[in-house]
């Protein structure tokens, strides 16, 4: 039996790893150590590499969804003879609440079986298959108890019900009738350590998931457009931050492809700063400032003090820098996709656009940056002494092109973006000499982006300097205020970019991108907002919402013919991308209305270059 396709899987999390189950009932991914951390359940990528079934026997449809305002999942099978429910849930630390849950969880996925009519057969299917299905683990049973030991990791599984152990596999048979309650517990430890994994009673588990969900929730009342689906993409992400140190992956996945059968597959199990700025501003957003506060000291910390090298563009969940890629060669691939990659070299490239994000990020925290330490002060200098060179240079792009360096757009005006948010920062950050030189700089990239970036013959801004290709990363332009999106270049490169790169909705990034990208969806309903087309914008996000599974989760691009969601997933970026467009459509709202935000502050935007410090 094959995993489920990429959209048929829900997500938990436990502020450390997640786990991906099927709507058959399947774990097919689960890194229990952290997000990066090997498999031991990975048959997403092949089958061979492990999961632990839970279903009714044969096949039968199912209805699931999250228990409110968690990410605890209720999985109900209906079927000739009855109905089962199988509830999942990754453990947070007994009695965590608010801001504290996920900092210490145990590492343990509690899984409950409850007869809601009749009586079902159930099958319970366990095969363990240590570091990414390389090892297959010894079972052993004792006192209701099935060890697994192999490499560097151990699991222990508690049952309810007898298991059958046979070679690196446990099964059972169980009859589930109304009324009866089947638990199982799988907790995990590095084999090195002494004491074994922790077996909490998995009532307890799911209990307390549910209790510290909630309490996190309850201290994020967004009240702007779309509230449930804003909600529910910031617990995505929040479910997506590695709670020991504040660092938020893109993905809970490696190797999801962008095109089924291809090769650009990639390991998103990491921290882009490119990603940054825009997190925080869906923190900020879905009234998250302590997350915020939080993602900016982790990456003050884990960029150290910058130097002649490249500035690092990505990081380990604890700050790690080195993220050397490489081939796991005996995986057949998600859906036959090779190579399947741990690691991304991405991390050596040249990205110049981080440098923007990062000052845009500082200057969206000003207030708690108040006063401003020596080693925030370093850095943002630092970082901006660098735009002031590094944009006459070519890099690989926000979309971190493995074939050459080039003059790209985006990259320019992310320099420009970091020299503004400088020169707005003045005298906190430079003394008048440095903050002239700063502005000096921004106005000269600003002229050559002008020149070089805009296509007269195409009507439309490209991807990169005197180019014929278009670019959905150039709708980041007003986004960040380089230029207003009522600007008659841009009013024309939004419509150009959606005439040619966009299908129902779903834009592509470029001409032969295999699919929508979702991100770039929402740039452009924000660019919309920001422009004053507000049923426009409202259709376009109305038609990318209901692109979510069942669960509403995205991955990171959506096939425009098909519909099928691709690459890794859940993706952060494409929730991301939802909350930052429906704060766009809401001050887009109150700036009809003519009145000020009254129910979270707004978030700062860009400004024209002759703007001064403030």
């Known amino acids: 039996m094959q995993s489920g396709r990429i959209s048929e899987h829900g997500f938990l999390a436990d502020g450390r790893s997640a786990v991906l189950v099927d709507r058959a009932g399947s774990v097919n991914w689960w890194c229990p150590a952290r997000f990066d951390g090997p498999s031991v359940f990975g048959r997403l990528l092949d089958d061979r590499a492990g999961h632990w079934s839970i279903r009714p026997e044969g096949g039968h449809p199912s209805e699931r969804s999250y228990l409110d305002d968690t990410l605890v999942l209720r999985t109900v099978f209906t079927t000739a003879t009855g109905a089962v429910a199988v509830t999942d849930a990754l453990a947070l630390e007994p009695g965590a609440r608010g801001h504290d849950i996920g900092r210490r969880s145990p590492q343990v996925?509690?899984?409950v079986v409850e007869g809601l009519s009749g009586e079902v057969p159930v099958l319970v299917d366990y095969q363990p298959r240590f570091e990414y299905g390389l090892v297959t683990a010894y079972l052993m049973e004792s006192g209701g108890v099935i060890d697994a030991v192999g490499g560097g990791c151990r699991l222990r599984l508690r049952a309810d019900v007898p298991l059958t152990c046979g070679e690196g596999r446990?099964?059972?048979?169980i009859t589930v009738r109304a009324g009866e309650t089947y638990r199982f517990t799988l907790g995990y430890a590095p084999a090195s350590e002494n004491e074994a994994p922790a077996l909490p009673d998995a009532d307890r588990v799911v209990?307390?998931?549910?209790?510290g969900w909630r309490s996190w929730a309850a201290l994020h009342d967004y009240r702007g457009r779309y509230r449930d689906a804003v909600r529910r993409s910031a617990m995505v992400v929040q479910g997506m931050t590695y709670q020991p140190s504040g660092a938020v992956v893109a993905a809970a996945t490696t190797s999801l492809p962008e095109r089924l059968g291809g090769d650009r597959n990639y390991d998103y199990r990491f921290v882009w700063v490119r990603d940054f700025s825009l997190t925080l501003q869906a923190l900020w957003l879905a009234a998250c400032p302590d997350?915020?506060?939080?993602?900016?000291?982790?990456?003050?910390?884990?960029m150290g003090r910058i130097g002649d090298e490249p500035v690092p563009i990505m990081y380990g969940v604890?700050?790690?820098?080195?993220?050397?890629?490489?081939?796991?060669?005996?995986?057949?691939g998600y859906d036959g996709s090779r190579p399947v990659l741990v690691g991304n070299d991405a991390w050596r490239q040249?990205?110049?656009?981080?440098?923007?994000?990062?000052?845009?990020?500082?200057?969206?925290?000003?207030?708690?940056?108040?006063?401003?330490?020596?080693?925030?002060?370093?850095l943002l200098r630092a970082l901006t002494d660098r735009a002031v060179v590094d944009w006459r240079g070519p890099d690989a792009g926000m979309w971190e092109a493995r074939d050459a360096q080039r003059h790209y757009v985006s990259s320019k005006v992310q320099c420009w973006t970091a020299l503004d948010r400088a020169v707005r920062f003045g005298p906190r950050l430079g003394d008048p000499s440095e903050v002239a030189r700063w502005a000096a700089a921004r106005d000269e990239v600003r002229e050559a982006v002008l020149a070089r970036g805009w296509n007269e013959r195409l009507g439309a801004f490209t991807g990169a300097f005197d180019s014929d290709e278009?670019?959905?990363?150039?709708l980041i332009m007003p986004l960040v205020g380089f230029l207003p999106a009522d600007d008659p270049r841009m009013r024309s490169t939004m419509d150009v970019v959606q005439r040619r790169l966009s299908?129902?909705?779903?834009?592509?990034?470029?001409?032969?991108?295999?699919?929508?990208?979702?991100i770039c969806s929402f740039w452009l309903v924000g660019c919309l907002a920001l422009a004053g087309e507000r049923d426009r914008a409202g259709e376009l996000f109305e038609q990318l919402a209901v692109r979510v599974n069942d669960l509403g989760l995205y991955a990171e691009q959506i096939d425009q013919a098909t519909g099928e969601q691709l690459g890794n997933f859940p993706q952060a970026f494409s929730h991301i991308g939802l909350i930052n467009a429906a704060g766009h459509l809401t001050d887009a709202d109150e700036r009809a209305r003519q009145t000020t935000p009254r129910d979270r502050q707004p978030v700062p935007t860009g400004a024209g270059p002759t703007e001064g410090a403030r």
């Not at 446990?170 to 048979?173: E, L, Q, V």
């Not at 604890?318 to 057949?332: I, K, M, V, Y």
């Not at 299908?503 to 979702?518: C, E, S, Y």
């Open 109 to 111: 996925l509690a899984r």
């Open 170 to 173: 446990a099964t059972a048979r």
């Open 207 to 211: 209990a307390d998931a549910v209790a």
């Open 291 to 302: 997350e915020a506060n939080r993602q900016f000291s982790w990456v003050g910390r884990a």
């Open 318 to 332: 604890e700050g790690e820098r080195d993220l050397t890629e490489h081939a796991l060669g005996h995986l057949a």
């Open 350 to 378: 040249r990205q110049n656009d981080v440098l923007g994000e990062i000052l845009d990020a500082a200057w969206l925290m000003r207030h708690y940056l108040d006063p401003m330490s020596p080693d925030v002060r370093h």
């Open 470 to 474: 278009l670019d959905a990363s150039v």
């Open 503 to 518: 299908r129902d909705g779903l834009l592509r990034r470029w001409d032969d991108d295999p699919a929508g990208f979702v």
